[in-house]
């Protein structure tokens, strides 16, 4: 009766043991079951949000945005560091695809377990090395406004400041600003730096108001001159004889009645003179040169012709003027000459 007892025992023992085995197997299952479901649900969900495909080759730019890209989804997703490299990988195309199935089975070597962060050290190093970091390093430490808006500088500055890590950091604010600052444009730089102003975000809000309003005063001033006309030219408005200045030609030189002093006809400035001969300066003829004029040296000392005054032996010749300006001047000098000629007589 005892061994009867024993063998129902054990046969119950061994149905128990079987049944919690077969449970445990298929709440395995279910498990593996629900988590392919949730694989399947985190991949649909990353894939809607359409990450960027990376086929590899030459292209560091293309290799940072791609990390970014799908880095930005993540965040989105909330998505855990296990899952990353998974998801990640997944649209990894061509070239690239095969060089991380090669790089995976050995970073896999020994069981090791390949995080987001390992796995992003690999692809810089293979899409993005160190030159081409450093290259963007250089790029920013020499980065200058120049021609951009401060808009535009300040989006530059940005992109190439997350290659030099030291600039990134809560510590690093005043040295930010300072370097962002030394790269403005001269006009602009001299209405900020008084201000020693050292918060990021004020600092390019400041910069780009002074930009704007200097782009606005420069079109006023454009529009004011475009109104004033092609031909205005700054300088004396009046000549010496309170005349305007555009009224005689060429800024009140010449004859002053609006011909040109170079051929003496109206419509034209001497500069603008259709007759390209020069004046001959002996006889005011254009027909020659100076040099080429027929007209006898008149000495200014003794009146004679074949000589000049800077040769002449003979004395001087009193009384007279050499040349007239107009009829009122000539009549004036015959006035002098009498007058001269009565105070002689009575002398006498």
Excluded at 101 to 123: H, M, P, Y
Aim: proline share 3%; charged share 35%; net charge positive.
């Amino acid at each position: 009766m005892g061994r009867k007892a024993l063998a129902d025992a054990m046969k119950l023992m061994a149905k128990a043991m079987a049944q919690d085995a077969a449970s445990r197997t298929a709440e395995r299952e279910a498990q593996e079951h629900r988590r392919g479901g949730e694989d399947e649900l985190r991949l649909q969900r990353f894939m809607n949000n359409k990450p960027p495909i990376f086929d590899g080759g030459y292209d560091p730019e293309g290799a940072l945005k791609w990390i970014e890209g799908v880095e930005r989804i993540f965040n989105a997703m909330k998505c855990q560091d296990v899952h990353k490299v998974t998801l990640g990988s997944y649209v990894l195309h061509e070239e690239a695809d095969y060089w991380w199935k090669n790089a995976s089975q050995r970073l896999r070597a020994g069981g090791a377990v390949i995080t987001w962060d390992r796995f992003k050290r690999e692809f810089l190093i293979k899409y993005f090395p160190a030159d081409e970091r450093n290259r963007k390093v250089v790029e920013f430490m020499e980065l200058k406004q120049g021609n951009m808006s401060v808009s535009e500088y300040a989006a530059k500055f940005e992109e190439l400041c997350r290659f030099a890590p030291h600039y990134n950091t809560v510590e690093a604010e005043e040295d930010k600003c300072v370097k962002f600052e030394n790269g403005l444009r001269p006009d602009i730089k001299q209405l900020i730096g008084f201000n020693e102003i050292r918060d990021f975000p004020t600092l390019v809000n400041k910069s780009r108001i002074c930009d704007k309003d200097g782009k606005a005063k420069a079109n006023y001033l454009k529009a004011v001159n475009d109104k004033k006309g092609k031909d205005y030219v700054k300088g004396k408005p009046y000549d010496k004889k309170g005349k305007k200045s555009d009224e005689g030609g060429s800024s009140g030189k010449g004859k002053g009645n609006g011909n040109c002093f170079k051929c003496g006809l109206p419509g034209h400035r001497f500069f603008e003179c259709p007759r390209k001969d020069d004046k001959c300066l002996k006889c005011g003829k254009i027909d020659h040169k100076t040099e080429e004029c027929k007209k006898p040296v008149v000495c200014f000392n003794c009146k004679e012709e074949g000589h000049k005054s800077h040769v002449c032996k003979k004395p001087r010749v009193a009384g007279g003027k050499v040349f007239a300006l107009d009829g009122g001047d000539v009549e004036a000098d015959n006035l002098i000459r009498d007058s001269q000629v009565d105070d002689s007589s009575a002398q006498e």
